[in-house]
């Protein structure tokens, strides 16, 4: 095994999509690689703005070379065109994933904020903050959009990724890393 994975995420939207990669140690510590955002004009048919958001994708893959990607899994929303939107957008990321034989995997809301913070109901700004704190930056990353699709990438690679060294393990591990593999644990029993 490598002793670093590299993770795509991507948070799914037509207008916005944000794109984060991230290479994560087997002591789980983090390092940013890319961070952008995918846009398309709001005017443009669908299928444009599906193939630019696709373009966009392939070039990030093409690029870093991500061994995983991450997705942000659709759920229901109040609004269904946006939930169709994201939904038709995760649709494309997970065709590039496939194109490029790239393992693939989705995540609700709740368990990356689960994941990042330790608490499945955080606020995004909570998640940013974390986001910023594990991959050291000097500031929140932004837009959202790509705050979200790291969180992503950190998330999958926490989850199924490395794991942590043997020995010290409990003190490798942030405070929120521990919350998660601990109801992780939980819900096992």
Not at 27 to 41: E, F, L, Q
Not at 47 to 64: D, M, N, P, Q, T
Not at 151 to 169: N, S, T, V
Request: glycine letters at 8%; aromatic letters at 2%; proline letters at 6%.
């Amino acid at each position: 095994m490598s002793p670093v994975l590299r993770v795509m995420g991507v948070d799914p939207g037509l207008t916005r999509c944000g794109v984060g990669v991230v290479d994560v140690a087997r002591d789980r510590s983090a390092r940013i690689v890319h961070v952008g955002v995918v846009r398309s004009a709001a005017d443009l048919p669908a299928s444009e703005r599906l193939h630019i958001i696709a373009e966009g994708l392939r070039e990030v893959v093409r690029e870093f070379g991500p061994a995983a990607i991450a997705v942000e899994r659709v759920f229901a929303q109040q609004n269904l065109s946006t939930v169709m939107g994201t939904a038709q957008a995760s649709g494309v990321a997970l065709l590039i994933a496939a194109e490029n034989g790239i393992p693939a995997a989705t995540h609700t809301p709740s368990e990356v904020k689960a994941a990042i913070t330790g608490y499945g109901s955080a606020e995004k700004l909570q998640v940013q903050t974390m986001v910023a704190r594990v991959l050291r930056l000097d500031a929140l990353p932004q837009p959202a959009d790509a705050a979200d699709a790291l969180a992503l990438a950190l998330c999958h690679a926490w989850r199924g990724g490395p794991q942590p060294a043997r020995g010290g393990e409990a003190d490798e591990m942030t405070p929120a890393q521990r919350a998660w593999r601990n109801a992780e644990r939980s819900t096992r029993r």
